[in-house]
């Protein structure tokens, strides 16, 4: 198989980031993610591609930016957390190790804080996260090959179960 050793997936909070790089650490392979590969393409932070051209435009972007990944890196890979809303790239994701990284509302509402550079976090902080974990965990669930709760659970710990998760 040819893509990434496994690809991370979960609503903003769930550690993909930091999951991401620990387990490339632990592996020794590089890590990636769309969402830095977009804003790097842009020359922009995501904010500002959202208040300035829409989610529509950032989807578009997203799709490409998750395509190509999925390509082209082997390592790990973590994508933003909308990027599984396409249907296309859900499609692509099946043929990679797909790892939901699950977190509670109030764990998740707890690490992103105020959602300073978080466009979908405008207004009332809890009740937004609480739509988004409702509307986007039965997708994350459908795309996943495996699932990791990380409410509690620091990212040394999460990584080694990813670690057993793919060994077996």
């Not at 893509?3 to 997936?9: T, W």
């Amino acid at each position: 198989m040819t893509g990434p050793r496994v690809v991370l997936i979960g609503p903003m909070g769930a550690g993909k980031s930091t999951v991401a790089r620990r387990l490339g650490e632990l592996w020794g392979v590089p890590v990636r993610d769309t969402d830095e590969d977009i804003e790097a393409a842009e020359g922009r932070p995501i904010s500002d591609i959202f208040v300035t051209d829409g989610e529509a435009y950032f989807r578009a972007k997203e799709r490409d930016a998750v395509a190509l990944a999925l390509r082209e890196h082997d390592g790990v890979l973590s994508l933003g957390g909308g990027a599984v809303l396409d249907a296309d790239t859900r499609t692509r994701l099946a043929e990679h190790p797909v790892v939901f990284l699950e977190v509670g509302l109030a764990e998740a509402v707890k690490r992103v804080g105020l959602g300073t550079g978080r466009p979908l976090l405008l207004g009332n902080v809890r009740a937004r996260v609480k739509a988004l974990l409702d509307e986007r965990t039965p997708i994350y669930r459908g795309a996943a090959t495996y699932t990791v709760n990380t409410d509690q659970r620091g990212p040394a710990e999460v990584a080694a179960e990813i670690t057993r998760l793919l060994e077996s």
